[in-house]
C-alpha cells in the first residue's frame, strides 16, 4: 500500500470560516440542552456496555438510539434525502449506482465532531474514528462502546493494520462509515477523498455508499456553527451548538456504488467525492422521513 498524506490540513479556519447562529438560544434553552446531554450519557453508559456485550443488533440499535437522543437534546433536527445521481461516459467507466441494501464502506464530507453521530443515527454502522477522541472525557467511552475503529493518523506504520481491520468487518456484514478528507472543512467546500480505505471496500467485495452531510439553519441557509476546524477546540465548537436556537443537519443517502473487479481505491474515491460534492448530475432527489 502506497503512502498518502496522513495528516492533511484544511484551509478552514474559525475565524474565517465560521460565524455565530443568526438566533440564538437562550440562556434557560442551553442549561436544559446541557442537562439533557448529561442524562443521555449516565443512560447511555451501562446501556451501551450491556448492548457491547450482547453484540450484533442489540449493539447497533442502541448505537442508532444513543445517537438520536444526544442530537435531539442538542436541538438538532436531522432531515434525511435520497441521492439520485447519474454516472456515466469516461468519468466513471466502472462504476453504477445500485439499490441493493447489505454492509458497505459508508464515506461522507467531514464538518464536525457531530458527523459520526448523524451518520449512525441514520443508518446501523461502525464509525472510524481518529485516535484523539480516546483523549475525550465521557466521549471515548461512547464511541468505544459503539464498536468503533481507532485510527493513529501519527503512525502512518499502523495504516495497513487498520485497512485490514475495516475490511474484516465489512466482510463480516457491519458496514464502517469513514470520512476520507482526512480532516474537517467549515461546509462550504469538500476536500480529496484519500483513497486509503477505500481498499477496505475493494479487499471485502463490498459497496461504497456516499453520504453528504450539510449543516443548516431553519429556512435554509447554511450553518458554520458546528463547524470543527483549524485550532478550534471542542468546548467551544460544542458551545456554539448549544447557543443555535434552530439547527438542522441534512443527510443524502446516495445510492450504492458497485464496481468491477480491478477497480482501483483511487477511482472509488474520486467518484464518491464528486458524488458527494455534487461535481456529477443530480437529477433527482425525494425528501423522506428522518
Same mark, same amino acid.
Given at each position: 500500500?502506497?503512502?498518502?498524506?496522513?495528516?492533511?490540513?484544511?484551509?478552514?479556519?474559525?475565524?474565517?470560516?465560521?460565524?455565530?447562529?443568526?438566533?440564538?438560544? /437562550?440562556?434557560?434553552?442551553?442549561? !436544559?440542552?446541557?442537562?439533557?446531554? #448529561?442524562?443521555? !450519557?449516565?443512560?447511555?453508559?451501562?446501556?451501551?456496555?450491556?448492548?457491547?456485550?450482547?453484540?450484533?443488533?442489540?449493539?447497533?440499535?442502541?448505537?442508532?438510539?444513543?445517537?438520536?437522543?444526544?442530537?435531539?437534546?442538542?436541538?438538532?433536527?436531522?432531515? !434525511?434525502?435520497?441521492?439520485? %445521481?447519474?454516472?456515466?461516459?469516461?468519468?466513471?467507466?466502472?462504476?453504477?449506482a445500485v439499490a441493493e441494501d447489505g454492509p458497505a464502506l459508508?464515506?461522507?464530507?467531514?464538518?464536525?465532531?457531530?458527523?459520526?453521530?448523524?451518520?449512525?443515527?441514520?443508518?446501523?454502522?461502525?464509525?472510524?474514528?481518529?485516535? *484523539?477522541?480516546?483523549?475525550?472525557?465521557?466521549?471515548?467511552? #461512547?464511541?468505544?462502546?459503539?464498536?468503533?475503529?481507532?485510527?493513529?493518523?501519527?503512525?502512518?506504520?499502523?495504516?495497513?493494520?487498520?485497512?485490514?481491520?475495516?475490511?474484516?468487518?465489512?466482510?463480516?456484514? *457491519?458496514?464502517?462509515?469513514?470520512?476520507?478528507?482526512?480532516?474537517?472543512?467549515?461546509?462550504?467546500?469538500?476536500?480529496?477523498?484519500?483513497? =486509503?480505505?477505500?481498499? =477496505?471496500?475493494?479487499?471485502?467485495?463490498?459497496?461504497?455508499?456516499?453520504?453528504?452531510?450539510?449543516?443548516? *439553519?431553519?429556512?435554509?441557509? #447554511?450553518?458554520?456553527?458546528?463547524?470543527?476546524?483549524?485550532?478550534?477546540?471542542?468546548?467551544?465548537? #460544542?458551545?456554539?451548538?448549544?447557543?443555535?436556537?434552530?439547527?438542522?443537519?441534512?443527510?443524502?443517502?446516495?445510492?450504492?456504488?458497485?464496481?468491477?473487479? /480491478?477497480?482501483?481505491?483511487?477511482?472509488?474515491?474520486?467518484?464518491?467525492?464528486? %458524488?458527494?460534492? /455534487?461535481?456529477?448530475?443530480?437529477?433527482? *432527489?425525494?425528501?423522506?422521513?428522518?
Amino acid at each position: 500500500m502506497s503512502a498518502w498524506t496522513w495528516l492533511p490540513a484544511g484551509p478552514c479556519t474559525v475565524p474565517a470560516c465560521v460565524t455565530p447562529p443568526s438566533r440564538t438560544a /437562550g440562556p434557560l434553552r442551553r442549561v !436544559v440542552r446541557v442537562a439533557g446531554v #448529561l442524562a443521555v !450519557v449516565l443512560v447511555a453508559l451501562p446501556w451501551m456496555a450491556v448492548a457491547r456485550r450482547l453484540g450484533g443488533e442489540s449493539l447497533a440499535a442502541a448505537t442508532m438510539a444513543q445517537a438520536r437522543l444526544l442530537l435531539r437534546v442538542l436541538g438538532i433536527t436531522v432531515r !434525511v434525502r435520497d441521492g439520485f %445521481t447519474v454516472f456515466g461516459g469516461a468519468r466513471s467507466p466502472r462504476a453504477a449506482a445500485v439499490a441493493e441494501d447489505g454492509p458497505a464502506l459508508i464515506v461522507a464530507n467531514h464538518v464536525s465532531w457531530l458527523d459520526p453521530l448523524v451518520v449512525a443515527a441514520v443508518t446501523p454502522c461502525k464509525a472510524l474514528a481518529k485516535s *484523539e477522541i480516546a483523549r475525550w472525557p465521557v466521549l471515548r467511552t #461512547l464511541v468505544a462502546g459503539s464498536g468503533a475503529v481507532f485510527i493513529d493518523r501519527e503512525r502512518l506504520s499502523l495504516l495497513p493494520a487498520t485497512v485490514r481491520r475495516v475490511a474484516d468487518l465489512l466482510r463480516s456484514g *457491519e458496514s464502517v462509515v469513514a470520512f476520507p478528507e482526512g480532516t474537517t472543512w467549515c461546509g462550504r467546500g469538500t476536500g480529496v477523498f484519500r483513497p =486509503a480505505f477505500f481498499q =477496505a471496500a475493494v479487499d471485502a467485495g463490498v459497496p461504497v455508499r456516499p453520504v453528504a452531510l450539510r449543516y443548516g *439553519e431553519a429556512g435554509g441557509a #447554511l450553518a458554520t456553527a458546528p463547524a470543527f476546524v483549524g485550532e478550534d477546540t471542542l468546548l467551544a465548537s #460544542l458551545g456554539r451548538v448549544l447557543a443555535s436556537r434552530e439547527l438542522e443537519v441534512e443527510v443524502t443517502l446516495f445510492p450504492l456504488l458497485a464496481y468491477e473487479a /480491478g477497480v482501483s481505491r483511487r477511482e472509488l474515491a474520486g467518484i464518491a467525492r464528486a %458524488t458527494v460534492s /455534487g461535481d456529477l448530475p443530480r437529477v433527482h *432527489e425525494v425528501p423522506v422521513a428522518a
